[in-house]
């Protein structure tokens, strides 16, 4: 029998390793936060980070996703709420 294979990434939030449909593939385009298009460097944001991101009184899971972001687009922007405005399009 084949043994299943998963493919595991980190989230860069919460630095767990988790299959990749579970997470959100991100890149930094010009201080743009974007959906991954196959082309340069992605990150991975998994759901529990988001849904904590989705409720508005988690201030501490908020400034852990600030600054992770802020480390992968290597500078500081409005980028937390680019993934917000991101996630309510893709709702
Ligand atoms: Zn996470």
Redesign the pocket.
Known sequence: MAELKLTLRT?I??R?K?EQKELLRLKCEDKKLVLYNNYGRSFY??K??ISLLQSDINQKAYKKIEKSLFKECKNKDKYVEQLKEMLTDVR
């Open positions: 989230c939030v919460c767990k988790i944001i998994c529990d980070c």
